[in-house]
């Protein structure tokens, strides 16, 4: 993690994370709950609101999770926050996708097991069980509860992975083919 250059911010305690890249940036007031994965180039910048991150929740490559003033940023356990995402001052309940390159705006509540798709951006709530797409984003169909249930065992597959670069662990978490 890059140290931050001020003093001003205590460093947050990431000693629950399964996985946090040695270039990931994470500072201020941010809640990281066991088996977090934060991974490279991503940015969870708590300098003037708190970010809380859930139980097996991952942070993929060059995401943004940031906040404004009186509205903190709180993804709850087991979300995956696809490449490239940003998550600005929102609440993304249990088991949630944020597609790639998906921007949720802020005030926005996402509800559990939906599927933001990538490049959706999200300025409205999202009802539980929602697959959203587009710009605006707009709600597509239902999410079934054997998607949903399968939304937490990609995010379960993720920790795994984590800890294989953390050097924790062998299980890559997914069936890879050479």
């Known amino acids: 993690m890059f140290p931050t250059s001020s003093s001003y911010w205590s460093s947050p305690d990431l000693s629950l994370a399964a996985f946090v890249a ?12 066991s088996g977090v994965s934060i991974w490279y180039g991503a940015v969870v910048r708590a300098d003037i609101e708190r970010i809380e991150i859930g139980e097996g929740t991952n942070i993929q490559d060059g995401a943004i999770l940031h906040g404004d003033p009186g509205k903190p940023t709180i993804l709850e ?23 790639i390159g998906a921007v949720v705006l802020d005030g926005v509540r996402v509800g559990a097991g939906s599927i933001i798709g990538a490049g959706c ?16 984003a707009k709600r597509s169909r239902d999410v079934s509860p054997e998607e949903a249930a399968e939304l937490i065992e990609h995010a379960r597959s993720y920790q795994k992975l984590a800890l294989v670069h953390a050097g924790k662990g062998t299980d890559l978490g997914f069936a890879t083919v050479y």
């Open 77 to 99: 356990d087991w979300v995956t926050v696809g490449h490239g995402a940003v998550i600005h001052s929102a609440y993304i309940e249990r088991g949630c996708l944020i597609g």
């Open 121 to 136: 951006v999200v300025t409205k709530d999202v009802p539980p069980l929602s697959l959203m797409v587009g710009v605006p």
């Open 22 to 33: 040695p270039n990931a940036v994470v500072m201020g007031w941010v809640k990281i709950a």
